[in-house]
């Protein structure tokens, strides 16, 4: 297994949210982290709902065990900076993980791991590469054509990839060929792992490569011994989000901490 560390599925939940790099432009480093609140934007998931996130920076030497809480205080990350809802009236992004020791294959999951039985995956550090983009690119084009990420040049994907200030990696799978036909970008935390972006082959549906990708992190953090899973945000009036709560063992926060996802919608 190869893996360089950091300096330290298919949605819109990592790009950076807007307003992060100007709410911290020109500001004297704190001694403690600050946050902020963007501004109201239309809601990317929910029609007709506004958008705002509390967000901070991640930096210094410190920023990795700092992240390591904030996940579990149901924050992602953008770059360098973490961030998680804050709408006013309005708490359909649910955090959400898998409980590791408590995972048990479905009929579905199963069918899926045995369909794939021909991919391996390994751990690469966060540098991104031109495979990679062309990969990226065409998943953008043929399954988020009308999304901003469509339009990023090597550039930015790069950047995506590669700023982060806390421990980075990627998840590489191929083909028993040798052929690329996904990758997840992936955050190391010290309870498990956070899973950020993840594309895949678009000319390949009856793989269910997504799903495929997350069993693979499940089953990664078996081999370390560690708990969790994290998946982000579950809405269950987006489809593009809604699909998390098929995945078993799924957990979700709450004002009262980490519960189980419910079993009647855990399907």
Known sequence: MEFTPGADNEDKRERPPRGARA?????????????????????????????????????????????DDLSRAGFRRSHRFAYRPACRGCSSCVPVRIAVDRFEHTRS??????????????????????????????????????????????????????????????????????????????????DGISAVYSFYDPQQPKRSLGTWSVLWLVEQCQRQGLPFVYLGYWIADSPKMAYKARFPALEQLSAAGWSEFPAQTNA
Request: charged share 25%; with cysteine; aromatic share 10%.
């Open 109 to 190: 999951t199963r069918r899926i791991r045995n369909t794939n039985r021909d991919l391996s995956g390994r751990l690469v550090g966060a540098r991104a590469t031109p495979e990679q983009f062309r990969l990226f690119s065409a998943y953008q084009r043929l399954r988020h054509s009308d999304g901003d990420m469509a339009s990023m040049n090597y550039g930015e994907y790069r950047e995506m990839i590669e700023d982060t200030p806390v421990r980075t990696a990627i998840a590489e799978f191929r083909d028993s060929s040798g052929a690329f036909v996904g990758a997840s970008l992936i955050d190391l935390l010290d």
């Open 23 to 67: 709410a911290s432009r020109g500001r004297r480093p704190a001694a403690f982290p600050r946050f902020f609140a963007t501004a109201p934007v239309s809601c990317p998931y929910i029609s007709g709902r506004a958008e705002r996130k509390l967000i901070v920076e991640l930096r210094g030497n410190g920023a990795s065990l700092f992240y």
